[in-house]
């Protein structure tokens, strides 16, 4: 099954891929389906309990044909960074180039998603510890590298640069993940293409290799490297990073150079509605968690709800439950804030 996570209707909601569309697993709209460009899409993962952020496991170099395409020996042993939640960023998202870079690639990656604790698994038994498999885009800024087989903070650790999805896909359902082809498209042309039976270290072998001496945690990420194959990325190009049987990631680069007002040379974002300006779109992802704050604690820039510009029959704004958080009546909103009882179903419409 293939499983997301949308904001939909003034709300996050989990939903299952159902006849090339959206059904909704939220309660209140169990078994609605939405199309797919009705949504915003935000990484297929469920949130973290507070006490313990996510673990996100990179590799570098870990396929052969990338390391000789660098220059590289190909590595012993993993060569493995660890990457922030809020680099994370949904399909159909943004990701930022910073002003003045003159090198930001992609890396298409199979990306392994942790079901249960793991701590000292063996090899053969790794498969077990798998909830499912997505795709991710792993980007990375050159003019930041010092040391390849350890990429620093600024290359591979930025707000937005690591888009993920569409889809996780259950691990039942993906009998042989080193055998799934990748590709990635930059505005429709083929530039990379790969397949992941050409890892230097495997799925099963990378499990067993980190619970070695960590342990993993539900939900925890591995991205598993890229093959050869990558090129610059510019502000306006469209990035598709494809993996057989998971689904198409699809990105686009955009050019911040002051501040977070963003610039989009080649095309207005067509999934938010009215074309509206991107950058509260670009500051939800770059800011992930800030679902589960209440809005004095969010991030400057994201204290109002991504569709606080939503109109009627418009996306999440669709109907009288697309309301943001300063949407709605003076009486909706105190009702939301404590100050006043619900009143049955149908209380306050």
Known sequence: MKHARIAWAGAIHDAVEADGQLELLTPAFKGR???FDEVVWLPPLAPMPAHRPRTILALGLNYADHAKELAFKAPEEPLAFVKGEASLTGHLGFTVRPAG????????ELAVVIGKTARKVKRADAYDFIAGYTVANDYAIRDYLENWYRPNLRVKNRDTCTPIGPWLVDAADVPDPMNLALQTTVNGQV???GHTRDMIFDVPFLIEYFSRFMTLQPGDLILTGTPDGVVDCQPGDVIVTEIEGLGALE???AHVSEGVRARFPCRAPTHLPGNRDPTPFILHHAHLNHENRPPHQRPAGCRQSLFRDHQPGHAAGAGRGGLGWRGGSPRRR????GRLPEMGRHAGT
């Open 251 to 253: 990105n686009t680069i």
């Open 191 to 193: 530039t990379q293409s």
């Open 33 to 35: 389906r939405v199309g």
């Open 334 to 337: 105190r009702r939301r804030q």
């Open 101 to 108: 870079v003159s090198y930001m690639h992609y890396e298409c």
